[in-house]
T-cell receptor
């Protein structure tokens, strides 16, 4: 079946530090992969996506590369800001295209 | 383009009551999905509707039901509320051209349901 496993949180970083949030998936077929972000008191917002192997999604300084050989879609940012504090969700949509979300990783960036 | 809207934003009910939540998708989106979000269980998929038909269903008891109207607006209903139903209920819409096609989901702000 389809599933997403993402790095446990919470993660606390200092401003300008490098961020990596790990995400691996199990899927049949050729899923599309997504990162969503949830700010306090809000719904989820699409951060970036990749629809096929070796695609790199990027947005607001965040990047993630669809790695079929390692079934991974790790989220990275070179220099985090306080405003990046939020919960990040990795997700996939596969055959039948139901969305499967990871458990979320809480990020806090301190000045 | 207006985003996904959900009403009400906050709701307080007591055990045994029933509740109806509403979701208006982005204009042109025909698919609406519902999720339950709790600190312990994370995001759990409830069901998804496309053109008034339920297309996918998660593993929730029959107390949770939904429907979609011809204008793509959707409602979900929870009957005989339990304390464990306290959660943030998120609605998401996506653009699907046909019953077998899908696209990324756009989320509303959610309805915070508290069951006392």
């Amino acid at each position: 079946g389809n599933s997403v496993t993402q790095m446990e949180g919470p993660v606390t970083l200092s401003e300008e530090a490098f961020l990596t949030i790990n995400c691996t998936y199990t899927a049949t077929g050729y899923p599309s992969l997504f990162w969503y972000v949830q700010y306090p008191g809000e719904g989820l917002q699409l951060l970036l996506k990749a629809t096929k192997a070796d695609d790199k999604g990027s947005n607001k300084g965040f990047e993630a590369t669809y790695r079929k050989e390692t079934t991974s879609f790790h989220l990275e940012k070179g220099s985090v800001q306080v405003s990046d504090s939020a919960v990040y969700f990795c997700a996939l949509s596969g055959t039948g295209n139901q969305f499967y979300f990871g458990t979320g990783t809480s990020l806090t960036v301190i000045p | 383009k207006a985003g996904v809207t959900q009403t009400p934003r906050y709701l307080i009910k007591t055990r045994g009551q029933q509740v109806t939540l509403s979701c208006s998708p982005i204009s042109g989106h025909r698919s609406v999905s519902w999720y339950q979000q709790t600190p312990g269980q994370g995001l759990q998929f409830l069901f998804e509707y496309f053109s008034e038909t339920q297309r996918n269903k998660g593993n929730f008891p029959g107390r949770f039901s939904g429907r979609q109207f011809s204008n793509s607006r959707s409602e979900m209903n929870v009957s005989t509320l339990e304390l464990g139903d306290s959660a943030l209920y998120l609605c998401a819409s996506s653009w699907s051209l046909t019953f077998s096609s899908y696209n990324e989901q756009f989320f509303g702000p959610g309805t915070r349901l508290t069951v006392l």
